[in-house]
T-cell receptor
Framework: DGGITQSPKYLFRKEGQNVTLSCEQN?????MYWYRQDPGQGLRLIYY???????QKGDIAEGYSVSREKKESFPLTVTSAQKNPTAFYLC?????????????FGSGTRLTVV | KQEVTQIPAALSVPEGENLVLNCSFT??????LQWFRQDPGKGLTSLLL?????REQTSGRLNASLDKSSGRSTLYIAASQPGDSATYLC???????????FGTGTQLKVEL
């Protein structure tokens, strides 16, 4: 079945560590996105990519980095510069053309600073 | 800047009741609007997508409507069940771009 796989489901980070969240899709979607979700707040866009080897900052990119070396993969690194990384992270993908196509989301990664 | 608001923030209803969730957006130049469901600790599941040229979409007990000119969408759930308990999110895609802007959601609880 086609879909988006995020791993790990739970991740614990020590102060000063960089951690990488994985996102893989087999939907042949062009675009991929990373969102952060905090209690009581809507989803906020971190980074997005519409094509391999290209990506753009979203609304809250500081302290995060991404790469898009393959169409299927869009990993997110939470760096030590992100001061409040504890949150639920969601990856999504979509086609680029056509009004009839929406987003597909993964199951999320919960990151906790210990 | 597009802003999306969902009212109410939380809703508790008895099983079997028909209910309406509301979503409003400030910029009517949208490409489409998507309704999602999120269970606690889970990702988002797409329920319905309404293109900008459409007025409504239906799937089973769910019906979503779109009024672009007034910047509103409603999600109608018929004959609610305890399994419908979840957070419902609406999101709009602006014309000319692919980014979604999300509302903060309505947390629904359907009680026996």
């Amino acid at each position: 079945d086609g879909g988006i796989t995020q791993s790990p489901k739970y991740l614990f980070r020590k102060e000063g560590q960089n951690v990488t969240l994985s996102c893989e899709q087999n939907l042949n979607h062009d675009a991929m996105y990373w969102y952060r979700q905090d209690p009581g707040q809507g989803l906020r866009l971190i980074y997005y990519s519409q094509i391999v080897n290209d990506f753009q900052k979203g609304d809250i990119a500081e302290g995060y980095s991404v790469s898009r070396e393959k169409k299927e993969s869009f990993p997110l690194t939470v760096t030590s510069a992100q001061k409040n990384p504890t949150a639920f992270y969601l990856c999504a993908s979509s086609l680029l053309q056509g009004t009839g196509y929406g987003y597909t989301f993964g199951s999320g990664t919960r990151l906790t600073v210990v | 800047k597009q802003e999306v608001t969902q009212i109410p923030a939380a809703l508790s209803v008895p099983e079997g009741e028909n209910l309406v969730l509301n979503c409003s957006f400030t910029d009517s130049a949208i490409y489409n609007l998507q309704w999602f469901r999120q269970d606690p600790g889970k990702g988002l599941t797409s329920l319905l997508l309404i293109q900008s040229s459409q007025r409504e979409q239906t799937s089973g007990r769910l019906n979503a409507s779109l009024d672009k000119s007034s910047g509103r969408s409603t999600l109608y759930i018929a004959a609610s069940q305890p399994g419908d308990s979840a957070t419902y999110l609406c999101a709009v895609k602006k014309g000319g771009g692919n980014k979604l802007t999300f509302g903060t959601g309505t947390q629904l609880k359907v009680e026996l």
